[in-house]
């Protein structure tokens, strides 16, 4: 898995052939190679150092700690967790996934080891952890991209275990990937009206006779259309989604994602390799979808987003959940800490003292 460094989750996303899987279509995502020798590298560095603003960086810096000392009012479904036990397996009171014994096994590496977990309708949960925890692999399971070695998860009380991804997405359930899954060669329009589910046109015998399909047809360009707005993507409408920044496509993915109108989205390390410019739109239209009542889950390694946006953490560590909890339980817990930190390396209690 891209970012957690774990086996078996580098799995293509939704029929993108293989040429826009590796090499020139993901060219705006991630390198396709190392440079040939130290000096480029250095270059190519130093390039990507000054691409970023040092200004926008510290702006970005600024919000995200206003955001943290003045919280904005929580949603209702995040008051109903207010009663909710932080510790792992914590029932809660109208949960929209429920995963019981998931486990994910590489041969002799468990890369996945969940016990008991349960997501909150209506909130934004987060699931954080050092690399290679287990999160990535955890949602190829229950999004359908990948096969448990047991366990069983159900969403909206329906058993959905083993499922196909395509048959999930259908349900209401949908993710987005850490390497944006958009189709290059194809306009901003094309990549949002493909995620539309349900289309008569897309069927052989209907598709030769257009008229059964072309009101339709319409009406899912109207909603395309009308989502580019409000991700403030109207303007690149016509435009090839290889021309779009790293950026640009997470904000792309999450609004094709929403063609499905789904209940439930899964959004994996949305800000990674996000210009510090982006990352606040990102943020408010995570929690705009979870205002209108879209469940939101999403792994992401900035702690300081995740203390910003989150109603309820999950702590991932070695493949098993170590601690839940709201925001203030997570930043006191000793398990956090250790699993990230290491307990040898724990900060001095008094500021005087030098580490050793």
Known sequence: MPGDDEPGSQIPGDGMPADQVSGEGMSGD??????????????????????IDPRLAEEREEVLHAQQEHPAPTSPAARALADVP????????????????????????????????????????????????????????????DKPSSGSWKFNGRDISGQSAYRISRLGMVRTFQLTKALTRMT?????????????????????????????DQQIEARADALLERFNLAHMRDQFAGTMSGGQRKLLEMARAMMVEPELIMLDEPMAGVNPALTQSLLGHIQALRDEGTTIV?????MDVIMSISDWIVCFAEGAVIAEGRPDDIRSNEAVVDAYLGARRALPKNDGEQSG
Do not use: C
């Not at 809660?92 to 008991?116: E, H, M, W």
């Not at 006779?209 to 339709?216: D, E, I, Y």
């Not at 999403?298 to 900035?302: I, P, S």
């Open 298 to 302: 999403l792994v992401e390694h900035d």
């Open 86 to 145: 932080a510790q792992p397996g914590a029932r809660k009171p109208d949960p929209i996934l429920v995963a019981q014994n998931v486990s994910r096994r590489f041969g002799g590496l468990t890369a996945v080891n969940v016990d008991y977990l349960e997501v909150q309708r209506g909130t934004i949960t987060a699931l954080i952890g050092p690399n290679g925890a287990g999160k990535s692999t955890f949602f190829n399971l229950v999004s359908g991209f």
């Open 188 to 216: 901003a329009l094309q990549n949002m009206m493909l995620g539309a589910t349900g289309q008569t046109g897309e069927h052989f015998l209907p598709a030769l006779f257009r008229p059964a399909w072309k009101r339709q």
């Open 30 to 51: 991630v390198e396709s190679s190392a440079p040939a020798n130290p000096e480029s590298a250095a270059s190519a560095a130093a390039a990507e150092s000054a691409a």
